[in-house]
């Protein structure tokens, strides 16, 4: 019997290890410890919860589900005077995948979120009120890439669903389960949004993910998709598609903007076969694996950047997995491909190399470069050097106005996903991150939060509202720390972390109790305003990362 329980302690032990530990940030900098990629426990934490007491969710049950739920459930509760109403928090942005700019009105960018669908600012994300959601009338909560028609504003493309795996490539590391939301495809709006319709129809095939839509800027009739099945291309603006370019996980896509057949992609994500940057010269027909110079071999994603002025410059930003030191490439082609050269290996993703990191050119300046994985780095010298500009720790706790300043200038939100230059001024540089989406306004020296009404932090399961306050709620966000509901959208952030399970004393309303991940609870006893540990022996080797009490 003891070596019967000594072994499932072992077993539940190395379970919840395999993910690695997420980091711990609280009010105090002086607390700030290391980690290996939260973000991964988190994901598949996500998919086991759903597929109870499957390992999976099967193909298409998703959307068996929602035509189910809109041909037999009544509507009732929509047409009562008291229907859901949102409540924030619209000072806390949540998970950003891509951010697109109206090109016939930059002022109106769309941004695609992780958990809450698609959003658009007519203001560039300025103020209080900056954000609104628009509807795409299909079950989508994960938007991963935006891409315009050059010259044609009301053409919108949208990918969905968020996946990083395939298949069982590393396998107890992670599974195909390794995703942060459902995809159906790729929707398609000629009417600047009012209407979508399903141009890739994936609804079920919901553990797909759509990565890059890439509009050819020469012929918008050809268009481009890196998804987790491989490339893509239609010829009919949307109408039909051939698979072009078989290898897996294609996580981002280029095109030559002089030359649009040729085209570059970047496979492969925690050990999936074909892992590599990929080049066409004829428009999809063959394809050509580069490999002079670069890596020979690499655990995470690749994101690309091709130079606008002159496109034989190309810079790629290649992670190489889920924990720290495991290694960072930035490496540049000054000959369309034929040689790389890597220019730093200072490790800007560290444990994100899976997950959140990126390179971008400045469209006139090759020498000109943004590099982001955790923090923001920038050089001028085509990436010899990298500057760290961002320290991701500095966010301000307490109730931040919607629309103000998270932080100091030197803060934009850890883990960077995407990144895009304003088309008229390049100095205006705008980046998609786990906290929304940020701006730099002088080429990345200083940074703001441009997240005002922008609701779309995913909050974990253990949200808690009051039994003596209905204006009292408290929950904990993915990456996001946690946050108190008092009444107004502007919500009050304490603690820090990935924000967890918390509860609210029944008969006391200044007690309160949140955490973070592996059941690091702590305890106010003044409404939320001072927080201490309470002391769980053991807890962080035995628990799920995110989990309950009672």
């Not at 609280?26 to 988190?42: R, Y």
């Not at 028609?149 to 395939?166: Q, R």
């Not at 130079?307 to 540049?332: E, M």
Request: proline share 6%; charged share 15%; net charge neutral.
């Amino acid at each position: 019997m003891k070596k019967w329980i000594v072994g499932l302690i072992c077993a539940l032990a190395a379970t919840v290890l395999i993910g690695g530990v997420a980091l711990w940030f609280w009010n105090d900098a002086s607390e700030i410890k290391p980690k290996t990629s939260g973000a991964m426990q988190a994901l598949q934490q996500w998919n086991m919860q759903r597929a109870y007491p499957n390992k999976d969710i099967p193909v298409g049950a998703y959307y068996r589900a929602y035509q189910y739920a809109r041909q037999n459930l009544p509507d009732a509760l929509d047409k009562r005077s008291d229907a859901w109403r949102p409540i924030g928090p619209h000072n806390i942005g949540g998970r950003t995948l891509a951010i697109a700019f109206n090109p016939q009105n930059p002022n109106t960018i769309y941004a695609g979120s992780a958990g809450g669908g698609l959003w658009r600012s007519y203001s560039g994300g300025v103020g209080a009120d900056a954000w609104e959601h628009v509807p795409v009338g299909h079950p989508v909560l994960g938007v991963s890439s935006i891409a315009f028609a050059p010259n044609d504003s009301n053409t919108i493309y949208i990918g969905t669903g968020e996946t990083y795996n395939y298949g069982n490539s590393i396998g107890g590391l992670a599974v195909r389960t390794t995703r942060g939301s459902y995809g159906i495809g790729i929707l398609k709006t000629t009417d600047g949004g009012q209407t979508w319709t399903k141009s890739l129809d994936w609804s079920y095939q919901q553990n797909r993910g759509v990565w890059s839509v890439v509009i050819n800027p020469l012929n918008p009739n050809t268009v481009w998709a890196a998804t987790t099945e491989g490339v893509y291309k239609s010829g009919d603006a949307g109408a039909t598609w051939n698979r072009v370019h078989s290898v897996i996980m294609a996580m981002h896509l280029v095109i030559n903007p002089v030359d649009t057949n040729t085209v570059y992609v970047g496979c492969g994500n925690l050990g999936s076969s074909g892992k590599g940057i990929y080049r066409t010269v004829d428009g999809g027909q063959n394809w050509q694996k580069l490999t002079n110079g670069l890596p020979p071999s690499f655990g995470g994603k690749v994101y690309l950047s091709i130079h606008q002025a002159n496109p034989r410059i190309i810079y790629a930003s290649i992670g190489n997995g889920s924990s720290a030191g495991a290694g960072t490439w930035l490496v540049k082609t000054t000959d369309g491909g034929d040689s790389w050269t890597t220019v730093n290996t200072l490790d800007y993703a560290t444990y994100q190399g899976w997950f959140a990191h990126l390179v971008g050119v400045h469209p006139t300046d090759p020498n000109l470069i943004i590099a982001a994985g955790i923090d923001i780095f920038k050089s001028i010298n085509g990436g010899s050097n990298l500057i760290r500009k961002t320290d991701w720790w500095r966010w301000y706790f307490g109730n931040v106005p919607p629309g103000g300043p998270e932080g100091p200038p030197n803060y934009s939100h850890a883990d960077h996903h995407f990144i895009v230059y304003h088309p008229a001024n390049p100095d205006i540089i705008y980046f998609g991150t786990d906290g929304g989406v940020f701006r730099s306004t002088d080429g990345g020296e200083t940074f703001e939060g441009r997240n005002g009404g922008y609701q779309t932090t995913q909050f974990y399961n253990g949200f808690s509202s009051s039994p003596l306050d209905s204006l009292l709620s408290i929950g904990g966000m993915q990456d996001n720390a946690t946050a108190i509901y008092e009444g107004s959208v502007g919500w009050r952030r304490v603690i820090g972390g990935d924000g967890a399970w918390t509860a609210l004393d029944p008969v006391d309303v200044n007690r309160m109790y949140g955490s973070l991940q592996n059941l690091s609870i702590r305890k106010s006893y003044d409404h939320g305003n001072s927080w201490t540990p309470l002391p769980i022996p053991g807890s962080s080797n035995l628990t799920s990362f995110i989990a309950p009490f009672a």
